[in-house]
């Protein structure tokens, strides 16, 4: 019965691993060239309605990883302190501290900068915004691919 729930929840796990990660990716190195490319000035609409699309799957993926990260760690016995001791300890409590920046970067995009950019009249500004907006999209990629490289390390104990 054990194995059956690991098994079930990696499945989770996992999925939601390559909703998330595999949309990013996607979304900044095949979506944004492309429109860029193919619809110049009008890209920007295209692209809005790609995040309409795109956010309440990620948000779905961060709450099924949070969730099957829990029952992961509590099927393992390591809901205790122990999950957090010696070099893997160090790796999951990373992977835990990179994967709250993510999430935290990915609601301050959706709930405060997509506002403020839809709100700000003047072009320097919007722009400004827009940038800052699409760096830190570029920050996730990079912490999900160390999460990623933590999570692999984590699974060697
Ligand atoms: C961006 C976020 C995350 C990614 C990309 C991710 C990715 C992964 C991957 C690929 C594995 C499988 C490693 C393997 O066993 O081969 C894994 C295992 C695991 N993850 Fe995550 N994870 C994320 C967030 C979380 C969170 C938030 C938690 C806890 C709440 C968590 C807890 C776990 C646990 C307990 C395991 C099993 C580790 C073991 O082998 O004992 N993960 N994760």
Redesign the pocket.
């Known amino acids: 019965m054990k194995e059956l729930l690991w098994v079930a929840f990696?499945w989770f796990?996992?999925t939601a691993?390559i909703i998330?990660?595999g949309g990013i990716i996607f979304i900044l190195l095949v979506a944004i060239p492309a429109a860029k490319q193919m619809l110049r000035g009008e890209a920007g609409g295209l692209m809005g309605e790609v995040t309409r699309r795109f956010t309440p799957m990620a948000n779905l993926s961060i709450l099924f990883?949070?969730l099957s990260?829990?029952f992961?760690?509590a099927i393992?016995g390591?809901i205790s302190g122990e999950v957090l001791k010696g070099g893997h300890g160090t790796a999951?409590l990373l992977?835990?501290l990179l994967?709250m920046l993510?999430a935290g970067v990915h609601f301050f995009r959706g709930k405060v900068l997509a506002p403020r950019i839809a709100k700000t009249q003047s072009d320097g500004e919007k722009s400004r915004l827009q940038k800052l907006s699409l760096n830190l999209v570029w920050l996730n990629l990079g912490s999900?691919l160390v999460?990623?490289l933590l999570?692999?390390f984590?699974?060697t104990?």
Do not use: D
Request: glycine share 8%; proline share 0%; aromatic share 8%.
């Open positions: 990696m796990h996992l691993t998330w990660l990883l949070i990260g829990i992961l760690m393992n390591n999951m992977k835990l994967f993510m999900g999460v990623l999570s692999a984590v699974a104990r």
